[in-house]
């Protein structure tokens, strides 16, 4: 891990946070081009990379989740798979350090990578989990925002 103060440091918070944000950009677009899809993939990978200096296990679950939101766009449903589970594994390792949504979130995409996989039992474990937890969100704003995600399609 780079030392906060340091060049290193600066270099990797400012692109791990500057890919993130370039990610939610393309995940919102109801379409992507195959350029689109290559550089949302990229850009997913980029911003985990950069996190993996600076950020914390939280940084890396979040990380997780934000690949298999990409593979999940793109139909690449068998990276999705990969990264949606390292996503809740990372989620059960350090419970401790994950915000309540982040515990909603990593059943959010296990649920909808196994929809999109037609895997009806799974899909409907998963997704009444994260409900579950989802109610449970203390934050209001928070709370607005998953349930928002939870309904969209």
Not at 17 to 43: A, P, V
Not at 114 to 137: S, V
């Amino acid at each position: 891990m780079a030392k906060r103060g340091t060049l290193d440091y600066s270099v990797h918070h400012y692109y791990a946070i500057h890919f993130n944000q370039q990610f939610w950009k393309l995940l919102s677009k109801t379409r992507l081009s195959k350029e689109e899809q290559f550089e949302m993939i990229d850009i997913a990978h980029a911003s985990n990379q950069h996190w993996r200096y600076v950020g914390s296990e939280l940084n890396q679950q979040r990380g997780a989740y934000v690949i298999a939101k990409t593979y999940l766009k793109v139909k690449n449903l068998d990276q999705a798979l990969i990264y949606a589970e390292r996503c809740l594994a990372l989620t059960k390792k350090y419970k401790k350090q994950m915000k309540d949504f982040d515990l909603a979130y990593a059943q959010e995409v296990l649920w909808r990578v196994e929809a999109a996989r037609k895997n009806k039992r799974a899909a409907e474990l998963y997704k009444k989990e994260a409900r579950r937890l989802g109610d449970l969100i203390k934050g209001v704003e928070d709370k607005k925002i998953f349930d928002q995600d939870f309904k969209a399609k």
